[in-house]
């Protein structure tokens, strides 16, 4: 379908140069771009309110797990917190 739409001057030229560096069509890079917006899940920007931030649980969810300390709980082991929390960095 084709269809007409207002670009800004330099958004334009910056995605006509982007689409050229990748080797693919103007038209094929838009395609892409409201693809991602539309199969994504909705952030808050302006105007949306109630959408949903992703957590940090879902931003690291891979990551999780993936590191091994040898403690097994560094919340529970008070060699591990001394100095949590201190006003100042001298109290360390």
Excluded: Y
Excluded at 27 to 32: N, P
Excluded at 58 to 67: K, P, T, W
Aim: charged letters at 30%.
């Amino acid at each position: 379908m084709k269809t007409t739409v207002e670009i800004a001057d330099e958004l334009f030229r910056r995605a006509k140069a982007e689409a050229a560096l990748r080797g693919r069509k103007f038209k094929e890079l838009v395609e892409e771009g409201l693809r991602r917006v539309i199969e994504s899940p909705e952030l808050p920007g302006p105007g949306h309110s109630g959408a949903r931030h992703p957590s940090a649980w879902d931003l690291m969810q891979d990551g999780c797990g993936i590191v091994r300390s040898g403690v097994s709980d560094l919340a529970s082991n008070p060699k591990h917190l001394e100095g949590f929390g201190s006003d100042s960095m001298g109290d360390r």
